[in-house]
């Protein structure tokens, strides 16, 4: 089976900056295009990839550059996110309409619909993490309430797809607090993961509120 365009894009930006000088520039979208017969798209979403993965990064109107690869992070949470634990939740509420700020992120315009769904992971009954899951709606429109279970399955996307991860400390937000039982201004980690299909397209954005008694966020140099 052939590699699919944007796995090819990214691959071969990794073999080139790999002993390439930190802050040295990368081709423009538009030479990484011509090169590679490709749209602009294709070639955002595989530069996006090395950007959320530390590779690379953006310095406005100036162009991309290659990061320093010491500061690499591995950790569990992509590990939890694939284990399927998820199975095992409260649904709080999910709903449907435009949300202009978390559009871009799933490659959107700020007025398309997107099914937002909450819930409450569970680990032995104990809560471990507050979920906000994004769909493009397109996407999802003909699933209804009884297959809500086999969508939020995050375990059939991370098997095709591909997941990055960006990490945010914070402190709880007050309207999360209660449900992970956890102490209005304790200091949390969120995990947004981004999962996209073999072309780059997003197909999923999760923004995980991880209970940090529970189900600590381990992160190893």
């Known amino acids: 089976m052939a590699t699919p365009l944007y796995l090819e894009i990214k691959q071969w930006l990794m073999k080139e900056i790999e002993n390439t000088p930190i802050n040295s520039p990368i081709p423009s979208e538009r030479e990484l295009s011509k090169m590679f017969h490709a749209s602009r798209m294709t070639v955002r979403n595989a530069v996006n990839e090395l950007v959320a993965e530390g590779f690379l990064y953006r310095n406005k109107n100036k162009g991309t550059f290659v990061a320093d690869r010491s500061l690499l992070k591995k950790n569990t949470a992509q590990e939890t996110l694939k284990s399927g634990h998820g199975k095992e939740y409260t ?38 993490a507050v979920e906000e899951i994004y769909f493009p709606f397109e996407n999802v429109q003909s699933v209804v309430m009884k297959d809500l279970d086999d969508m939020l399955d995050m375990e059939q996307y991370t098997k095709d797809g591909v997941m990055t991860q960006k990490f945010f400390p914070m402190l709880i937000p007050e309207k999360y607090s209660n449900q992970l039982n956890v102490k209005m201004g304790t200091p949390i980690i969120m995990v947004e993961t981004t999962i996209r299909d073999k072309e780059g397209t997003p197909m999923i954005l999760i923004k995980a509120y991880n209970n940090p008694i529970a189900k600590p966020i381990e992160i190893i140099s």
């Not at 871009?104 to 009954?125: F, G, K």
């Open 91 to 128: 649904l709080i509420y999910f709903n449907i309409r435009a949300i202009p700020e978390i559009a871009p992120s799933l490659n959107m315009l700020p007025h398309e619909r997107i099914l937002r769904v909450v819930r409450v992971l569970l680990e032995q009954e104990t809560p471990i």
